[in-house]
């Protein structure tokens, strides 16, 4: 017995240490790894152009139309594999039944939400209970990351779904929204390696060419979009509040190439009273709004280029936010839908 002690209190101490050991040297190696990734990715960076963004072979539908709704229930209702979601918000009581139908499908069915949704604490409550209730694995962002997780992302098999739009009923009905449908591989193989950190709180450094990742490379890549403007830049900003941004688009303006944005009304989104006019004030054509709700944050470029994300005009969404958004170079009937669509919402002259 006495040989047993004696045996436990040399033996146990040693197992501890070295167990202790081995996990400081494997966060120790993940951290160096990472930091690795951020270096990589920062040097690429540097030479970003627009010229770098591939051809994308991508589907984009625009709401209100609930048509857009049924679409998206619908590619649900057809998933064999997997279904990953991650929103700002989440209420839509037709895409939470269409999930909840294909977990009983055994789909591999994983929810990443917000918790401290801006002015609607507790909004994604409910959903969260029902999807749990429903067998379906679901998490709360990891608030030490970002501070909010904006994302607007749907990945059903093979194909990844990008929005401007929360999944909400309102996302369908009264805003102006747009939904990118895209089956590149390299884009879903990182959409799928930032969901999976997401869903476990891991940092992470991933993207290709076009996709759009805050607070990796958004600032970046957006703010080298509006600066290859040699023809006009149109853009749908819900709201608007970056001090880079706006000296680029001052720039712009000064010389001579138009800028004009759509915008949400100030009796929908009250800051933008401010920054209305503070854009106004820099010679920048401000148009906006009431019905649709200009929701969308979409840029088009000399026509040739666009930006469709989660990310909005500003310094919290493009540095302290996760965000999702994809590059692509626009196709002639993208930007001939984009250009009708634009001035039925904002025309010259107002309504």
Known sequence: MFYRKVLFFVVF???VLTSCTNEYWLFHKQKEILETEKQQIIESLQNFSVAQIEPRDVEILTTPDKKVLDRIVSMIDEAKRQVFVEVYIFTEKRIIQALKDAKKRWVDVQVVLEKNVFGATGINSKT?????????LVTYDN???YNFVHTKLILIDDISIITTGNLSYSSFTTNREFFVISQNLADMQSLKHIFNADFIGK????????????????????ETLLES??????????NFGDENILSILSQ???????????MADPSKVSSNTKAIKLLQNKGIDVRTSKKPVIHAKVALIDGMYNYIGSENFTTNSLDENREIGLLTRSSPEFKEMFQ??????CPQGGK
């Open 229 to 238: 403007a040699r023809e006009n830049i149109f853009l749908y900003a819900e």
């Open 203 to 222: 940092e992470i450094s991933e993207s290709t060419t076009n996709l759009v990742i805050s607070p990796i490379n958004s600032r970046k890549k957006i």
């Open 128 to 136: 969260f209970k029902e999807l749990q209730n429903a067998g379906i």
């Open 13 to 15: 101490p040693i197992f």
């Open 143 to 145: 608030s030490k990351l």
């Open 340 to 345: 009708k669509v634009f001035e039925s919402d």
């Open 252 to 262: 712009k303006v000064s010389n001579g190439i138009p800028v004009v944005i759509c």
